[in-house]
């Protein structure tokens, strides 16, 4: 049945298969993305170098994934839970695609607090990231966004693929219709926005991943006036709130005028260790609306039915005991942990003399090796320690000259890296 | 801060939030959706009927949602994991996104046997309605599309989202770009292929929702030379597969040819009572190749790499525990049992002198009620009895004349659906 049909394989080498192709074409957005998504090549180059170094144990300080044990509070709520689903009377089916209103509820109580957040604005999710592209469908290809740069990839390349991103640009290794606001030391990695060209939607992670810098208040209330003026929608992803020591604010909704601009998306990933268990929200207030007047929250609902199916009810109990005031408490003991682990590699970091960035409100260090090429010192630490950690230029080209070291990790692990990078002399 | 700009005001009354708008299009995609979402529509058609009739005991007979217990053996095992999550050896952070290679394995194992299909292009989901849109995703604005008549909301509806659909036709009751392969008693539930237009994207349901249908060996050897005669991609949904008692095949896989022109969705929602715990899976064979040559699979990995983060690790861990032999006897044993439900209400309708198809392949019984409109036979079925059917014409113009009836329900409550449908007198 195979035919070879050499006409239609105008691709690269390695991607060919041969057999007979369907007369679909292949998705222009699709093919705008930029090789592969950021973390699989991380992967990828982990495999290789464990290839090469069979005996050697490396250390993987990169992708931004939990290690801790979820505390047992959380995950007896979540067995108790599924065992009931072998009963009559604990069993399940479908939810609501919105997720269960007592969750609801309780990340309304505890994360928003005296913050005017309804329970009926907050939507559960799978995960940040998935929201990221539901989000995008809502959109759709018409509208232009910002991006902080450097910024998380899920934002750059679902805009990508959606199609609001136009071709990418080798000389400046930007999306010709993305505005990337450019955040480093220079400007307190918060974009000059005198100097922002309008667009449909701003993208804007506090604490910042990569960065790991959190907003200030001053610098958020300018970014909600800018988005006023603007006529902007702000997405604004929470994910590390928990992670916040200074006095810098968890929700863009401790901004005045912040319901008529912003949507918030969140995760109990790297609060509760979540990252396999998979649980987020997002919340679309009822003031958020179209240039035509309808409320942004009726397609958002209406893309939550249609494109979802709610989390998974599992989650969703661990959820709901996360935010019981034992589970809370648990949960924050976990976020103290990985913050201790900051200091340990800030300090590390810091005694080879380079300037190391954030920590202090994200589980993320991010460290500036001026003059030397991101991907070049992410090689060079892995050849010489073992290390894994993520070149800086794949959040962006103002990620260039940097490195992002997650500070997620035993701790016996984070002290045998701070051990291994004491003796690197990065050239 | 609120201002009061009635300009921005154009959209109908009950839809207005007074408020300062933003300058952000409505997405027009989103504004050519029809309505709202079949389910939660009826959802809401329960609540009045609720308010009027405080208290009647509505059945619900409408959304096809399990009901039974999960077997232990499937609990347990979820529960084990979850409580292995509070330990170090037992926790997980992320997973694989194209999910646990494991549970790969096993899905290849039990649901594809012989067939030659590879457990690297099985993509574990958190279910087909999720992964459906992802595929229009994946497939972009510029697709054309085909849908059995009736079928499924999601596949339209998703395809009105991304941008395939054009406008709606108030006339037809159908979208202008897509094409509706109509399917009724008249042609055996299966479209006439040699009237049938060309199309970049075939939908196909089988055994299909709502009317039961599984497409027999034939008819899907003639679906997969339409599609290879066409260059068109087969978007196969066999969610229902389990529940085929005759001959016809349970995958599109065991005809041949179909991995140069089809992938196959599928769930555990409806095996293994999972609608809520959320787990299904998805294939795209290698040999699968856009016009260009370029292979389908590359470009859903990135998209489940990008759009998505695996499927919760609790619900694989109780999709794996599904798919032992043991797991899977149990799984089977509630099938059965909603099976001989499928027998009862069968029986009723067609004691009605109604003609009742589906059921036997299917958890669905597809009831025609000639001359009558569905929404005026779902109406009267609910003032009279108190049940909750689901009215034909929602699943596409198709569909009219017709119910859809669920077979899930406790045996007691079919029972008593039963009692009460027997004294109906449809006018």
Not at 33 to 46: D, Q
């Amino acid at each position: 049945m195979i035919l070879i049909d050499s006409s239609c394989l105008d691709v690269q080498m390695e991607e060919i298969v041969t057999g007979r192709c369907t007369k679909v074409a292949r998705n222009l957005h699709m093919e705008r993305l930029r090789n592969h998504y950021l973390f699989p090549e991380i992967s990828a180059r982990e495999l290789e170098h464990i290839k090469k170094y069979p005996n050697e144990k490396v250390i993987r300080l990169g992708i931004g994934n939990t290690t801790e044990p979820i505390p047992e509070v959380i995950t007896l709520a979540m067995s108790d839970f599924t065992r009931a689903l072998s009963t009559p009377e604990g069993y399940r089916g479908y939810g609501a695609e919105q997720g269960n209103m007592e969750l609801r509820k309780a990340i309304v109580k505890t994360f928003y607090g005296d913050l005017p957040v309804k329970d009926t604005e907050v939507f559960v999710s799978d995960g940040s990231q998935c929201d990221i592209s539901r989000l995008q469908l809502l959109l759709g290809s018409n509208v232009t966004i910002a991006v902080q740069d450097p910024s998380f990839p899920a934002y750059i390349d679902s805009s990508v693929i959606i199609g609001q991103a136009g071709s990418f640009e080798d000389e400046t290794g930007k999306y010709q219709n993305i505005v990337y606001m450019k955040c480093g030391p220079q400007n307190h990695f918060f974009p000059d926005l005198s100097n922002t060209l309008r667009t449909d939607v701003i993208f804007f992670c506090s604490p910042n991943n990569p960065t790991g810098h959190a907003a200030s208040r001053e610098q958020l209330e300018q970014l909600v006036e800018f988005a006023e003026e603007n006529g902007s929608i702000i997405v604004y992803d929470s994910a590390y709130a928990a992670y916040i020591t200074d006095e810098s604010p968890q929700s863009i909704y401790e901004i005045p005028g912040a319901r008529e601009v912003a949507i918030e998306i969140s995760s109990f990933s790297k609060i509760a260790g979540f990252t396999g268990v998979r649980l987020g929200w997002t919340v679309v207030p009822d003031e958020l609306l179209f240039s035509n007047g309808f409320p942004v929250i009726h397609d958002f609902d209406r893309i939550v039915c249609t494109c979802f199916n709610g989390a998974s009810n599992v989650a969703q109990a661990g959820g709901l005991a996360c935010l019981s005031p034992e589970g809370a408490k648990a949960m924050l003991s976990v976020v103290d942990y990985y913050k201790e682990n900051a200091n340990i590699l800030a300090e590390t970091f810091a005694s080879l003399g380079l300037n190391v960035y954030g920590g202090v409100n994200a589980p993320y260090l991010w460290v500036h090796c001026p003059g030397l090429r991101s991907w070049d010192v992410f090689n060079e630490i892995l050849e010489k320690t073992h290390i894994i950690t993520v070149p800086g230029s794949g959040f962006g080209p103002g990620g260039e000259e940097f490195i992002r070291v997650t500070t997620f990790g035993h701790r016996e692990t984070i002290l045998e890296a701070s051990t291994r990078l004491k003796s690197l002399v990065l050239v």
